[in-house]
């Protein structure tokens, strides 16, 4: 029973004990300071020692036209395009010029076989036969009636004949110089020449092959004179306001990206390409020493008659990271604060638009963006 009883007391006071030092820790942690947060450093802010190292440029504003860069190809001017065909159908015996050579006008581009020619020309044979049977029956029948031994209207009838004969005669040979055929020379053999001076651009045809009738039949050549060409460029519907008729464009030919060239919008399309919605602008311009081919890519940077106010700074104040442009603007006590902006086109005394951004007219900028990035990187 003692011994029962001794452990209990130890027991109770054990946990009168840990009670004690419970309320001590308590009392404790009730009496500690409150928990102090501290901003994180912003990363886009730089403080230097010495700010002085690094020149300063006040965001200024001009007056700029408005500028757009899209993509276009060099194509044929239409209007001096031409679809060389031939009326005549038959086979081909002679191919005299190929895709891509430098013709005149008038040159020989194929020879053809036609039959149709030769059915033409056995028409307009039998039509002088008929002619001149029907002009010796003229002849006879006004002998006899000046001898009063035919009738008036036999007469009639005997001219009637020779009149018709002769418009067979004038139909028949028009439908062979229709067809390319000479009266002169009689022959089922047709020179296809160019109708105009310059290159083939377009061959649909190859020695031996038949020739059909126009119907549902291609041109066999297609002749272009390149001294004037046209740049077709697409241009979004959202860009449209930009361009205007009578506007110049700078180009840039992918080929040679050294050249300028320079064009004048002379259309712009009224429909769009449903897919694209887009709409084609052409841009007409001379082509000297034939330095443009069709098909080639070529960039245009349109440029408009009308100008607005727009922010400039030197284009070594901006720093192009992570595909954005960025300028360091400066604030009180040395520090600069990292600014995104949007960056339009460069002008010509080395100064570049800022079309967008978290700056204003007049606010200090460091003038070598890529010097003092590089510096703060060390730091």
């Known amino acids: ?221 297609t002749v272009a004179d390149l001294s004037s060409v046209w740049i077709l460029c697409d241009v979004y519907e959202n860009d449209l306001a930009d361009v205007h008729l009578g506007d110049y464009a700078e180009l840039r030919l992918n080929a040679y990206p050294e050249r300028r060239l320079r064009g004048r919008v002379g259309n712009i399309s009224p429909v769009l390409d449903p897919v694209t919605r887009a709409a084609k602008v052409r841009l007409e311009l001379p082509n000297p020493g034939g330095l443009m081919r069709p098909g080639m890519f070529a960039t245009a940077r349109f440029v408009s008659t009308r100008s607005r106010e727009r922010m400039v700074a030197p284009a070594s104040s901006l720093l192009r990271l992570h595909d954005k442009d960025w300028v360091f603007r400066s604030e009180n006590g040395g520090r600069f604060r990292r600014t995104e902006v949007q960056a339009g086109p460069a002008l010509a005394d080395g100064w570049q638009e800022i079309l967008a951004g978290g700056i204003h007219a007049g606010d200090e900028i460091v003038s070598d963006a890529l010097q003092f990035s590089s510096t703060t990187e060390e730091m």
């Open 1 to 221: 029973m003692r011994t029962r009883a001794g452990c209990w007391l130890a027991a109770l006071a054990a946990a009168l004990l840990l009670t004690g030092c419970s309320r001590g820790t308590t009392s404790a942690n009730d009496n500690a300071p409150p928990a102090k947060i501290e901003p994180a450093p912003d990363q886009g802010v730089y403080q230097l020692p010495h700010p002085e190292q690094f020149p300063l440029v006040r965001v200024g504003t001009r007056r700029v036209p408005d500028e757009l860069l899209v993509n276009g190809v060099v194509t044929p001017d239409v209007q001096r395009t031409v679809h060389v065909t031939s009326l005549a159908g038959g086979r081909v015996v002679d191919i005299r010029a190929r895709l891509g050579d430098q013709v005149a006008k008038g040159q020989v581009l194929l020879v053809i076989d036609s039959s149709d020619l030769a059915g033409a020309i056995s028409d307009y044979k039998k039509a002088l036969a008929d002619e001149v049977l029907s002009r010796k029956a003229l002849d006879r029948a006004q002998t006899l009636h000046s001898h009063g031994a035919l009738a008036e209207k036999d007469l009639e009838q005997a001219e009637d004949a020779e009149a018709k004969a002769q418009v067979d005669v004038t139909t028949a040979a028009e439908r062979i110089r229709l067809l390319g055929g000479d009266l002169a020379q009689l022959s089922p053999v047709i020179e296809v020449r160019s109708p105009v001076a310059g290159a083939i651009v377009e061959q649909n045809t190859a020695g031996g092959e038949g020739v059909k009738s126009l119907d549902n039949s291609p041109s066999l050549f």
